[in-house]
């Protein structure tokens, strides 16, 4: 997409590295967690999500972790590869349901 | 499944004209979302409509915008008239009931 790129926090990692993304979310009633990934030129692509009752949530290459104490979600690639070089948002959900999107985190990865 | 379709994919158009967004949700979701995406403002929220009624139009930037949904397999979000800052990509998304949501390609609209 157009989005984002100058003015969001970037990442660069080394191919094969770990890299760790971190947001902070708002809403302490929010019970429902998302990552999503956007590539240029296409839509957010959702990777992992997560609830309010759980602190951590591991699928392939990722693990999403929540600390609802301090309100921090993060989002922790393993291996990472060049197909990873993306943005990342995190997003949440409260009562309704409306997703609140962060603004967004560039990750530059380095072959 | 062919995931969220939206149309056209680009649209450049001149000041003052009416533009029309297009979205085709994944069948058997029934919450549909309009989104823009621009650098400055990032991934904004317009409207949401569950199961074809508009839910939240909050997020609608003035009376020029208006969207609409027919139908479970359609929706339009419709500019008149068209103005330059509303130069963004615009996302459909669909979620089942409480589920994530799937975004559409977007649509790059230009207004010069």
């Known amino acids: 997409g157009e989005s984002v790129g100058l003015h969001l926090p970037t990442l660069s990692v080394q191919e094969g590295d770990n890299s760790i993304i971190n947001c902070a979310y708002s809403?302490?009633?929010?019970?429902?967690f998302i990552w999503y990934k956007q590539e240029s030129g296409k839509g957010p692509q959702f990777i992992i999500d997560?609830?309010?009752?759980?602190d951590k949530r591991q699928g392939q290459r990722v693990t999403v972790l929540l600390n609802k104490t301090v309100k921090h979600l993060s989002l922790q690639i393993a291996a990472t590869q060049p197909g990873d070089s993306a943005v990342y948002f995190c997003?949440?959900?409260?009562?309704?349901?409306?997703?609140?999107f962060g603004k967004g985190n560039q990750v530059v990865v380095i072959p | 499944d062919a995931g969220v379709i939206q149309s056209p994919r680009h649209e450049v158009t001149e000041m003052g004209q009416e533009v029309t967004l297009r979205c085709k949700p994944i069948?058997?979701?029934?919450?549909l979302f309009w989104y823009r995406q621009t650098m400055m403002r990032g991934l904004e929220l317009l409207i949401y409509?569950?199961?074809?009624?508009?839910?939240?139009d909050s997020g609608m930037p003035e009376d020029r915008f208006s969207a609409k949904m027919p139908n479970a397999s359609f929706s339009t979000l419709k500019i008149q008239p068209s103005e330059p800052r509303d130069s963004a990509v615009y996302f459909c998304?669909?979620?089942?009931?409480?589920?994530?949501?799937?975004f559409g390609p977007g649509t790059r609209l230009t207004v010069l």
């Open positions: 997003a949440e959900k409260g009562g309704n349901n409306r997703l609140a």
């Open positions: 809403n302490s009633a929010s019970d429902y």
């Open positions: 409509f569950n199961n074809n009624v508009p839910i939240d």
């Open positions: 998304a669909s979620s089942p009931k409480a589920g994530e949501q799937f």
């Open positions: 069948s058997g979701h029934n919450s």
């Open positions: 997560i609830r309010s009752n759980m």
